[in-house]
């Protein structure tokens, strides 16, 4: 019966002596920096789901709704149904914010789920008139912007700049605000916000008054 042989600190750095070179033999390179790689591979499919024949009767608009699929935002067309005017709701910008805010707000089909998307926009969040002095085209919100959790304010903020009532076009900033007197501030739809929703600045840039292609001047 063999015995094992005690191994002493001399041993044991010549152990790891050996270890440490056959690592950098093979084209190993130890190191103590994290390393992104991004994030981990998703399993769910974000097939973009074909929309129900019951939406062909709706009466609305055609928009993008920007959902969440595999931890980025994914853009879904749906027919969105234009809510009735009434009271701050006459003007047409928060008219359409409202309707997309409804549609992002919207319980999800099972083949949605199935496909892997989910929405982060809470319920009742709702749009309302901009206030005297706000720059065109602003939707003030029934809760500050920075409030919302990160991914919710990322697909809001890229729902309505999709839409040429609310955004002056693509790749332009959209305005929000808060119910209260607060100056409201303008986000961009970037790719980063695309690919990594949660990383939204929370606090936008200080809007500047300016008129707006699209936008009612008020």
Request: proline share 12%; glycine share 10%.
């Amino acid at each position: 019966m063999r015995r094992a042989l005690p191994v002493g600190p001399v041993a044991s750095a010549l152990l790891l002596a050996v270890v440490a070179a056959s690592a950098t033999g093979c084209g190993i390179r130890a190191t103590t920096v994290p390393v992104d790689v991004g994030p981990a591979p998703s399993r769910v499919s974000c097939d973009t789901p074909a929309q129900p024949s019951g939406q062909n009767t709706v009466q609305g608009f055609r928009a993008t709704v920007e959902l969440v699929c595999g931890s980025q935002l994914v853009g879904v067309e749906r027919v969105v149904p234009v809510p009735e005017k009434r009271g701050s709701l006459k003007d047409p910008v928060a008219l359409i914010a409202q309707a997309l805010l409804e549609a992002l707000e919207k319980p999800l089909s099972a083949q949605e789920r199935d496909a892997g998307f989910t929405t982060g926009v809470p319920d009742q969040l709702m749009a309302t008139a901009p206030r005297s002095g706000d720059p065109a085209g602003t939707v003030r919100l029934s809760r500050k912007p920075e409030d919302l959790p990160p991914v919710a304010l990322s697909q809001l903020v890229c729902t309505l700049a999709g839409n040429e009532t609310i955004s002056a076009g693509p790749g332009r900033p959209v305005t929000l605000g808060g119910p209260d007197a607060d100056p409201p501030r303008t986000w961009e739809c970037t790719d980063a916000v695309r690919s990594r929703p949660e990383s939204v600045p929370t606090l936008g840039e200080i809007a500047r008054p300016s008129a707006s292609p699209g936008a009612t001047a008020r």
